[in-house]
């Protein structure tokens, strides 16, 4: 029904889609997967005549039934594309807050579709208002009159996105192109999302092109699956296929590299056999020096936030984002924490941190000044400053705080360029600025920073969760291989609960500020006690 | 539509740096050399129109004004230089405390400022000047005065945004000391934003000792400057409208230049 043909897409030089060919039938729902830069978006973007200003289109004809849309070498004609956008072929984006207008109310907005392209079904405001309404009805939302009303920042972001999913399916548009539309939700969401999705598709028996980077999700709602790698189809076909019989070296590599809970079950299960002598004899030392290698202790702690009262006179607020939590953490173990953004996570690490003073409870922190590793890579290096002068910066710190150490330049360089080796990264870093190095290199290179002073504890704020997933595997196994040599505790958190699985010893699940449960790894997956826990694991 | 290599001739730098390239020769230049003495008066050559003789013409004392207009140039480029120093270390200093630290300090320190700011620039400095006296330097202080609350905002703003970034709360983490995370941390990365501002404070200085000397409270006769020589001029408008002509195009001139350097200057860093 829409065919891509030969599409070669360059930006300034560098080919982003190279001689792509596609087809979307009726009915189905197509995968396009691929890690970042893999030139999946751009191709999706094609699709509806919306590539950015800087992409230039050398060869390559799109046609939709039996109407050519787009053609290299022809100007786009713009009337035409517009009619298509939003009536035949509409779109669902990555980031829901961008995407929606912040100062229109939500129903509005919606109704704008309508204004644009059905005029004449909906004559008046009132006429309009009703569909909306039962659009919003139609993907889940609730309360949809007063909804109407609200503007996007006053919605949670499942429901901005589903707002989002009603602006897209109100016209009956025959393809939708879903562009990462759960990257930026929290696991419960995303799979509700993904449920709408296919509801979606069935009810309306329209086509989909569903764009990600998680394999797993991409199994769970495809039809058909493309992979893509530097701007070519590495391989398609059927989903259930590629994962039970990949052809190409690639699609293999994406396939074990998902951290995914039956794979590690698998592994840890040849691992088992081979070093089951070693592994107990690890538990019973743990147990019987467990007290002296306490190095965190938290007992009761309430973390609170000062949150400005929307009135003009009123009083700020007090909030409590964190209640009674109390766990210990022992030398040299990963403790995960899991749980769904907003649960308190990263306040409560920068409460044991000191960087949130309003706490009361008990921490008790035998290690000197520990480490934070950050979620996004692109926003935890300075972007004024070369990657050498960053890591010596923990170093110089040191200096002037203890005053028996003395460093001196040669040695801060020394010891930067052993850091940047020991992640994998060479010499050549050191003069580098952050732009130029990609994200997965970002996080070596913050790992590092955190490493140069030798803590004995390391915070891990979603260290992996902005990754590729190839690359997610190395940073993992850098993280694990580095704690064996340095005997580093760490805290991981993650909302995934696969890469929870893999690194940590115990774990703990939180929500909504409370701590639900915390035990050893394998008691709490295969007995977990509390029902949200339980929920968390049928998710996955 | 040039687009097809994604490369765009930046055409506001191009125009801006030539406009604002002469300017700066022609301030050099000043120092060492002018055609006539911009000084030398002369009866005889009064009100004589622009010709190869005298580029701009003469004035009402028969003094060359194209001399006069690039020692003027030089007066406005120091002036406004001296200002735009002043007012933007200033708002380094004060917005980069009251901006990383906020509380009770950023409360009162940003009252005091919005109060300066309430006067009109021309207002404040003639009130300096009548207490201090007139003069270039008095002229540059009241100036760099008046400029300070812009500046303060604009850094203040930057680092309120910057206070929270990862990177640094990871410095505070390290255990860096508080000037060393302002001033090597956070500063560097103002500088894109600063830099356009500052050009912008250029602009506006040029204009506001402009206005001054047009008022006859900035640099006093007989050194030039664009100003005294626009309210000189007003008299002859009919008789001799090159004598006005002059200064008011070049500080139109310098204006558009700077104009045309900040835009290019912002489009060129948003292409990075």
């Given amino acids: 029904m829409i065919k891509i043909d030969n599409l070669t897409i ?3 030089g560098k080919t982003a889609v190279d001689n792509v060919s596609l087809e979307i039938n009726p009915g189905e729902i197509l995968g396009l997967v691929g890690e970042s830069g893999s030139g999946k ?21 799109v046609t939709f039934g039996d109407e050519v849309i787009l053609k290299a070498g022809n100007t786009p004609d713009d009337n035409l594309l517009r009619s298509y956008r939003g009536s035949r072929i509409s779109m669902v984006f990555q980031e829901p807050m961008t995407s929606l207008n912040p100062t229109m109310k939500v129903g509005t907005q919606v109704a704008e579709q309508l204004l644009l392209h059905a005029k004449d079904e909906y004559p008046t405001a009132q006429d309009r208002k009703n569909c909306v309404v039962k659009a919003f009805e139609s993907v889940g939302l609730h309360d949809c009159e007063n909804l109407y009303d609200k503007y996007p920042h006053q919605l949670s972001g499942g429901m901005r996105q589903r707002v989002m999913i009603a602006m897209a399916v109100i016209l009956h548009p025959e393809l939708i192109i879903c562009d990462e539309p759960t990257t930026a939700l929290d696991v419960t969401v995303q799979n509700q999302i993904v449920a709408l999705l296919k509801e979606i598709n069935a009810r309306e028996k329209n086509s989909m092109v569903f764009i990600t980077h998680d394999l797993n999700l991409a199994r769970r709602i495809c039809t058909r699956i493309m992979v893509m790698k530097d701007g070519r189809i590495e391989e398609q076909g059927e989903t259930e296929e590629i994962f039970t019989n990949p052809r190409t070296a690639y699609a293999k590599k994406l396939i074990a590299a998902v951290p995914g809970r039956r794979s590690a079950k698998a592994a840890s299960k040849q691992k088992a056999s081979a070093s089951d002598e070693a592994l107990s004899v690890k538990s019973d030392k743990s147990n019987t020096n467990r007290n002296e290698s306490k190095i965190l202790t938290v007992r009761d702690l309430d973390v609170f936030y000062k949150e400005r009262s929307k009135k003009l006179f009123g009083k700020s607020i007090h909030k409590k ?19 769904e953004s907003g649960c308190g996570k990263s306040s409560l690490c920068k409460a044991i941190l000191g960087i949130n003073k309003d706490i009361t409870g008990t921490v008790e922190n035998k290690t000197i000044r520990p480490q934070m590793v950050f979620q996004d890579p692109y926003s935890s290096l300075n972007p004024a400053r070369t990657i050498g002068w960053q890591l010596e910066e923990p170093l110089f710190a040191l200096d002037l705080l203890e005053k028996e150490l003395k460093t001196t330049k040669s040695w801060r360089k020394e010891q930067a360029i052993e850091m940047l080796k020991r992640v994998g990264l060479d010499e050549s870093y050191y003069d580098r600025m952050p732009s130029q190095l990609s994200g997965g290199q970002r996080q070596r290179v913050s790992i590092a920073q955190a490493l140069i002073t030798r803590p004995k504890l390391i915070f891990a704020d979603e260290p992996v969760s902005a990754l590729d997933v190839t690359i997610q595997d190395q940073v993992l196994d850098l993280l694990k291989s580095l704690q064996d040599e ?48 339980k929920e968390l694991l049928n998710e996955s | ?18 406009m604002g390239g002469i300017i700066l020769v022609l301030s050099i230049v000043s120092l060492f050399w002018t055609p006539y003495s911009p000084t030398a008066m002369s009866a005889a050559l009064r009100f004589k129109p622009p010709s190869f003789a005298h580029i701009f013409g003469t004035d009402n004392f028969g003094r060359d004004i194209f001399s006069r207009v690039m020692k003027a140039i030089g007066t406005s480029f120091t002036v406004s230089f001296f200002v735009v120093l002043i007012s933007s270390i200033a708002g380094i200093l004060i917005g980069s405390v009251t901006g990383y630290f906020g509380g009770v300090v950023d409360a009162v320190v940003m009252r005091v400022v919005d109060a300066i700011n309430g006067f009109p620039s ?43 970034a990862d990177y640094i709360v990871r410095a505070r983490l390290m255990g860096a000391r508080k000037t060393r995370i302002l001033f090597l941390h956070i500063l ?36 030039a400057t664009l100003g005294s020589m626009l309210s000189d001029a007003q008299g002859y408008l009919n008789s001799a409208p090159w004598y006005a002509l002059a200064p008011g195009l070049t500080i139109v001139w310098m204006v558009l230049s700077a104009a045309m350097l900040s835009e290019g200057l912002s489009k060129s860093k948003k292409n990075k």
């Avoid at chain 2, 303060?152 to 910057?162: D, H, Q």
């Avoid at chain 2, 560097?188 to 250029?202: H, K």
């Fill in chain 2, 1 to 18: 539509m040039n687009k097809t290599d994604g490369k765009k001739v930046n055409i506001y730098l191009l125009i801006g740096a030539i």
């Fill in chain 1, 10 to 12: 360059s930006f300034i």
């Fill in chain 1, 321 to 339: 984002v964190v209640s009674g939590a109390s766990f210990d953490i022992y030398e040299g173990e990963t403790l995960g924490l899991v749980g």
């Fill in chain 2, 122 to 164: 021309i207002l404040l400095a003639l009130v300096i000047i009548s207490v201090m006296g007139k003069g270039r330097a008095n002229v540059i202080l009241a100036l760099g005065i008046a400029f300070t609350p812009s500046f303060v905002r604009i850094v203040r703003g930057e680092f309120i945004r910057l206070r929270d």
């Fill in chain 1, 486 to 533: 340095y005997k580093i505790a760490y805290l991981f958190i993650s909302h995934d609960i696969n890469v929870i699985y893999r690194v940590s010893d115990r774990i703990m699940v939180m929500k909504d500020g409370e701590i639900l449960e915390t035990g050893d790894k394998h008691s709490v997956f295969e007995c977990p006690n509390h029902p949200y826990t």
């Fill in chain 1, 41 to 61: 978006s751009v191709t999706a973007l094609t699709l509806m005549g919306l590539m950015s200003d800087e992409a230039y289109m050398e060869s390559g004809e």
């Fill in chain 2, 188 to 223: 560097p990365n103002i500088f894109s934003t600063f830099w356009v501002s500052v050009m912008i404070g250029f602009n506006n200085a040029i204009l506001a000792e402009s206005g001054l000397s047009y008022l006859g409270i900035g640099v006093q006769a007989p050194d």
